[in-house]
């Protein structure tokens, strides 16, 4: 029989107001919201950690998207790993350690079937919200699956110091990468990235970025651009790539908190001339490649071919601010939260 104490109610973030532009601490509120008793399959999981994530902004408006935009005074939701503390699903008993997405809370009742085993045994809790989880994922199928790099490709990363550039740009020297560029905003984050390998890296604050490039890539140029950026290190990007370059389009953050519609790259003619192929994609399509990844990742893993970065902020209370300190680039790798 089961000694642990199951709680009423469980603390949670609420949208309390939808931001403009950048979001403030007043967009935010902390609440108390009971919890429901368990139905058959359903489980109660106490969150470890709780993922903050660029995407979770354009949710934060109420504008048809990809995803339903989050609802007012209602507990905001995003990926979670924690530990079952009671369960009336086979799927699940008491102890075992899952991901779900029912994040910003410090408990959560979870439908069994929609949650998924970390293994504990293989790394630590918090990588299965990263390098081992979605992030993870969306690196490896938006650099291998939409922007189809082959071995020998020169690879440009923009916002490479962050959760899903850092593996990119180690995925693609695994790969066999000649030459691997990143992008990043502060010097202490070049650093860290030519210690992870990079070829290349520099500061985007040091001058225009379609000059640091040419730089950085020299003759050879690059093949492949990974963009988690938009705006100027799209446009930087375009007149870089090679004839037959390839974009993946994962995010852009640079425009993520404009109020005013932001100007497309000023020369995306030349993806005529060059034949170029840009793509956008979102990891909820690529899960077919999930089993694949999980054990191309363990591997490199294990060997240290990939590491991965934290930046860990401890209390629910504090995931707002975690949030907004993410959208100005304060992290380096995987942003999260611990309760």
Not at 46 to 59: A, E, K
Not at 99 to 115: F, I, K, M, Q
Not at 152 to 173: E, H, M, R, T
Not at 261 to 266: V, Y
């Amino acid at each position: 029989m089961s000694t642990t104490t199951i709680p009423a109610a469980t603390r949670e973030i609420q949208l309390a107001s939808r931001p403009v532009g950048r979001p403030v601490p007043e967009n935010f509120r902390l609440a108390e919201s009971p919890l429901q008793e368990l139905a058959e399959g359903q489980i109660l999981v106490r969150n470890l950690f709780i993922s903050v994530d660029p995407y979770m902004r354009g949710r934060m408006n109420d504008v048809k998207s990809y995803s339903a935009p989050f609802a007012l005074d209602k507990a905001l939701d995003g990926g979670a790993v924690g530990e079952v503390i009671a369960s009336r699903s086979d799927a699940h008993k008491e102890g075992d350690v899952v991901v779900h997405s029912l994040g910003w809370r410090e408990y959560a009742v979870v439908d069994g079937s929609t949650a998924s085993p970390a293994r504990t045994d293989l790394a630590p809790a918090s990588a299965f919200l990263g390098a081992l989880g979605m992030t993870g994922l969306t690196a490896y199928a938006g650099l291998l699956k939409v922007a189809e790099f082959k071995e020998g490709d020169a690879v440009f990363v923009s916002g490479a110091a962050g959760a899903v550039g850092s593996l990119v740009g180690q995925i693609a020297k695994a790969m066999g990468a000649p030459r691997v560029i990143g992008s990043a905003g502060s010097p202490a984050k070049v650093a860290r990235l030519l210690e992870l390998g990079f070829d290349a890296a520099f500061d985007y604050h040091d001058g225009p970025v379609r000059e640091q490039l040419e730089k950085a890539a020299g003759a050879q140029g690059i093949d492949v651009y990974f963009d988690n950026v938009g705006g100027e290190h799209l446009e930087a990007a375009l007149s870089v790539l090679n004839v037959g370059g390839r974009v993946a389009m994962c995010g852009a953050i640079a425009q993520y908190n404009s109020t005013e519609p932001t100007p497309a790259p000023h020369n995306l003619m030349q993806a005529i001339g060059k034949q170029l192929t840009l793509r956008g994609f979102l990891v909820g399509g690529q899960r077919q490649h999930a089993a694949e990844f999980a054990e191309k990742m363990a591997g490199w893993l294990a060997s240290g071919a990939v590491r991965y970065d934290e930046t860990v902020v401890d209390g629910l209370e504090n995931a707002p601010q975690a949030f907004m300190d993410l959208l100005d680039g304060a992290n380096t790798g995987k942003m999260l939260v611990r309760l």
